[in-house]
């Protein structure tokens, strides 16, 4: 199962379920792919930013990646391979693909400035990882500081044929997603998938500019599922009146840095991972933290039942 | 009148108003003032980053500054003096507090790395400035790189007595301000007003952890003078309740570079402001996204009476 | 008296000298102008970034650029105009030219990153000061965090006629001389002159790559237009002797920071400014430091006379 | 063998040698470590930012580091594993302590804003390589963009007693050297080794400022050598004439990007390495900077007879 630039629907960004002791939690690994697939989930994506790649041994990274994948036959997986050097990447991509995987996702180095710069660097990973494995490209300025121009990606596009999905979270980004399928239309640009991301903070609008669906962690992914079937369906403010009802928790969420210590606290209390840890180095979830996400369920849960959980 | 440290409430950060032809709006810059005073406003923030301040003239910008102090009597006047030089500032200031400003607002300057430099610059802006002019804090880690934490603003706040609030703009910012009321009730820092910004993302909680209001320029001031005010009042889910229906319009807002060109539309069209004009450099607001904000304000007039405006 | 794209030699970066109170030295402007003149400097700059410009206000600013200009009458005098606004770069470029400069000198502002933000900067920068006013484009990467490529160059240089020359001071910046030489043997871009800058560290082979002379603030001025004028003339290893004798004192001298402490210290030395002060903030030149300027002066006087100052 | 506090002298940082095929050439890995021990280095430093560490797979680091450390028996071996998460960093870490490695080296992670931010980094770091392997602290703001004051120093060094040793890149760092032995000499902070990277562009001073040594990879490392013993011999003049006389060629070496092509070439030309070849991305080195390098040897030669290589 290979990913194509038809992609569409959800890709979860996966997190990696650790005990609290620091190991990897299997079980709670094939909780989540049950839930993802079974929510409705188009993909998935493992060993992303949010997946603490970077707090992974080699072989743990190769491991989690590999369960993801047999546990979701299919499903195409998706698997970040961003490295401080192509070594790394070529390695990890040889083995995640040699297990299934559909793709791999690749985050710019935060060093990169100049068009050319970002240009070249897809060029060489392509290089690097082989043309024939199908890439993800990822824009994030706001964490990688890496600033792509719909030009820039299109010449990556036009250049890199196994690019085949954006996963799109500059900010702002409505514009960016209408200039890329401007150049669609225009013939400029051969289509690719669009994705979301940036914890799906303007999904609602994104979905209505060209994009495909979401590719994003927000711990109620069956949320993102409904959006994107109500946006594509034409029930728009069907499709808003979800959404907004979740944009107060969203909006917690999507806070750098802790963000992810909430995501996996909600995941956690609606039972799909079995403990809220995390790697070093984490940011604590204070009690007063807690004391919100826990008021912005209960506000939650009288617009979407899923957000009703048994009080802790 | 001075600004002093026991400060609360909502300071709306004033844009500048242009006419079509750029140049500056006097008529506008009264309506505004009127409407900050009539809606409960306890003082006002004019010549912002987001009152376009740096494409200004000196003598422009003195002119806006004395312009909003005198048609605002009794109201507290804020005036940004952010300058590459503590010769621009200082003149700047000398020449706004002379017209009767309350306070200055300093930003840092976006190269400043470790704490000492950080301190070290507020205490060379003071030296500048006078050590008798009141002066805020601006914290916005997100605009300038500039990371404070709270420990830095508290030295900040011991060396200088005329530190009298802080602009609370980091993100993720909640247990900034926590610790820095923690810092409070410790005995370890004196009190100073905290008023936040980042066009209120997170006031509802913001307010919950000890902040004293908003200084910000979200274009419904006046749900923010009422969170305010519910929120002080206990009110909490009602406080929340008219949060949560604005905040799909806020988050649209808050859009960094596109999102004054936003704010300065909705301006417009609550006949604030004569047009909506920036000056160069400035994002173009697309028909696209003027119809988002038109959808966005249907959106919440069922839920807000003051969001249904004459259509166009 | 026009900038134009022929320009060669050395124009020597002035400093602003200060006297010990602060206030602005204008004897020694007078000695400094005298100075440059009289060792052969075919042109000037001033409020250059090492100028301090951004200490001065608006009206010193402007009375400093004049006296320069009216002291040096047939050497054209270069003012920097950088501001954080185009208001003040256009209130300051009238001023300036109206007083008899030959152009400007326009940095980017170090939030720019895509090779469109850069080149329409520049754009929007012409379209404030006008079409009609030469300007320099100033290329430092090491300090403003701006990288452009030899290509956002050429885009500049093709669109605004008015820019007529490169103060390179890219680092490393060798090939990005014979680049854009390189566009112009090929007809892809218009000659445009290149004096090099960070204080002239390459000075020796960037003349060989291309460049027409200095753009720069070393203390011995002297030094870099023998230097110029040698290679021009062919005699290259003469030419790396003198530049070699000198490089110790010169690194020394282009530390980031503190350079400047000394350079203005080594201007002191040599009798052509009064004070070596500077305005805050300021790094302080310590007795330490002092010693080892004094020491390389001393080694320094073995190859070049002009070095051996008399003794403090 | 351990590194300790009172380490000296010179360590060079090894170059991973590669074949023109790009596969490791372990035949110069041994001329390599022949050379540095003929010369009189105390050390050795492998996989450090120029030795392309990012470049290798794990496992080839692991073997490279084997190689070297086998090779140099008495020698201790310092070995670079910085890593983007602490997974990879334990695991290379507990890998080249078992083979025999002296200590690691650590450099901050380019994210890394405040003083806290820095401190916990490193004692994160501990955490997970464990507190009983000396590790040295690296300071080079230029690259990594993260600024260490004094005093965040000190409080590394106070707080993490297996911090070993400081290699110094700071620029200007001259100050920082005196401020951290005031620290020592006023008791306030334990003594620590400090050896001095950026090519030792100010090696010269910072001998008198009391460094113990340089820790970089000019391709002459016999005259870091000469010059540090030279130095603490208190041959002060000798001590600069054989510096200034290699300043040329150093500050051409020391050039961001280019400099480890360069480096390579150089060490090439001296029969030490069989090939220059870098693993991508790598930049080229031209035509036109091959005999920029030849003629700086050429005129080093007539100074220093270790540059009088044969010609091409």
């Given at each position: 199962m290979e990913l194509t630039a038809q992609a569409q629907g959800v890709y979860p960004i996966a997190p990696t379920p650790f005990l609290d002791d620091g190991h990897i939690?299997?079980?709670?690994?094939?909780?989540?792919?049950?839930f993802y697939r079974q929510i409705g989930a188009t993909g998935l994506t493992v060993l992303g930013q949010l997946g603490e790649a970077p707090k992974l041994s080699h072989g743990e990274s190769v491991d989690v990646a590999r369960r993801m994948i047999r546990r979701a036959p299919g499903l195409p997986v998706i698997v970040g391979v961003s490295a401080p050097g192509f070594a790394a990447m070529r390695e990890l991509t040889q083995?995640?693909?040699?297990?299934g995987a559909a793709g791999v996702m690749i985050a710019p180095p935060n060093t990169l400035r100049t068009d050319d710069q970002i240009v070249g660097y897809y060029r060489q990973a392509v290089d690097a990882i082989g043309a024939d494995v199908p890439f993800v490209?990822?824009?994030?300025?706001?964490?990688?500081?890496?600033?792509?121009?719909?030009?820039v990606i299109r010449r990556i596009v036009q250049e890199l044929p196994s690019c085949r999905m954006l996963k799109h979270e500059d900010w702002p980004g409505l514009e960016k997603i209408t200039a890329l399928r401007g150049f669609e239309r225009e013939g400029s640009m051969?289509?690719?998938?669009i994705l979301v991301g940036n914890n799906g903070l303007f999904l609602d609008y994104e979905m209505e500019r060209g994009a495909d669906g979401a590719n994003t962690g927000y711990a109620f992914p069956d949320m993102l599922c409904d959006v994107v079937r109500l946006s594509q369906a034409g029930r728009r403010e069907e499709a808003h009146d979800l959404f907004d009802a979740?944009?107060?928790?969203?909006?917690?969420?999507?806070?750098?840095?802790?963000?992810?210590?909430?995501?996996?606290?909600l995941l956690m209390r609606r039972g799909l991972l079995a403990s809220a840890a995390m790697r070093a180095p984490a940011p604590a979830l204070s009690a007063r933290a807690r004391g919100e996400i826990e008021h912005l369920l209960q506000r939650l849960a009288r617009h979407d039942p899923r957000a009703a959980l048994a009080p802790l």
């Amino acid at each position: 199962m290979e990913l194509t630039a038809q992609a569409q629907g959800v890709y979860p960004i996966a997190p990696t379920p650790f005990l609290d002791d620091g190991h990897i939690d299997t079980d709670s690994i094939d909780r989540l792919v049950d839930f993802y697939r079974q929510i409705g989930a188009t993909g998935l994506t493992v060993l992303g930013q949010l997946g603490e790649a970077p707090k992974l041994s080699h072989g743990e990274s190769v491991d989690v990646a590999r369960r993801m994948i047999r546990r979701a036959p299919g499903l195409p997986v998706i698997v970040g391979v961003s490295a401080p050097g192509f070594a790394a990447m070529r390695e990890l991509t040889q083995e995640v693909m040699a297990a299934g995987a559909a793709g791999v996702m690749i985050a710019p180095p935060n060093t990169l400035r100049t068009d050319d710069q970002i240009v070249g660097y897809y060029r060489q990973a392509v290089d690097a990882i082989g043309a024939d494995v199908p890439f993800v490209l990822q824009d994030y300025p706001l964490t990688f500081t890496v600033q792509m121009t719909p030009g820039v990606i299109r010449r990556i596009v036009q250049e890199l044929p196994s690019c085949r999905m954006l996963k799109h979270e500059d900010w702002p980004g409505l514009e960016k997603i209408t200039a890329l399928r401007g150049f669609e239309r225009e013939g400029s640009m051969r289509h690719i998938a669009i994705l979301v991301g940036n914890n799906g903070l303007f999904l609602d609008y994104e979905m209505e500019r060209g994009a495909d669906g979401a590719n994003t962690g927000y711990a109620f992914p069956d949320m993102l599922c409904d959006v994107v079937r109500l946006s594509q369906a034409g029930r728009r403010e069907e499709a808003h009146d979800l959404f907004d009802a979740h944009l107060p928790l969203l909006r917690y969420e999507q806070q750098p840095g802790v963000g992810l210590a909430a995501r996996k606290y909600l995941l956690m209390r609606r039972g799909l991972l079995a403990s809220a840890a995390m790697r070093a180095p984490a940011p604590a979830l204070s009690a007063r933290a807690r004391g919100e996400i826990e008021h912005l369920l209960q506000r939650l849960a009288r617009h979407d039942p899923r957000a009703a959980l048994a009080p802790l």
